[in-house]
């Protein structure tokens, strides 16, 4: 699946099973519920995660070079050897 241009407001994707997902422009995530979302293969390029629930998160392997995840509590996401060149807050490096 391709997305292009996509804004999820206040979603509830808790357990959603994201697989080869490729974002081609602008794609954010905005106060979604992403709990125990899994992310296999995708390439979430420069997308964005703003004030998101990501408790027990999985990233697979894909690529995120770009991806915003700042101000997301990540200290219970799984697979964080594979998100390179995301874009943190200095206080997330502890998480």
Do not use: W
Request: proline content about 2%; glycine content about 8%; some cysteine.
């Amino acid at each position: 699946m391709t997305l292009d241009h996509v804004v999820f407001a206040d979603c509830k994707l808790d357990y959603a099973a994201l697989s080869h997902v490729r974002t081609v422009g602008p794609v954010l995530f905005v106060r979604c519920s992403l709990r125990e979302a899994e992310f296999r293969g995708c390439d979430l390029t420069r997308s964005l995660f703003e004030d998101c629930d990501l408790g027990l998160a999985d990233f697979g392997p894909g690529a995120y070079r770009g991806c915003d995840l700042r101000g997301n509590d990540l200290s219970a996401i799984s697979g964080a050897q594979h998100l390179r060149r995301v874009v943190i807050d200095r206080a997330q490096l502890l998480q």
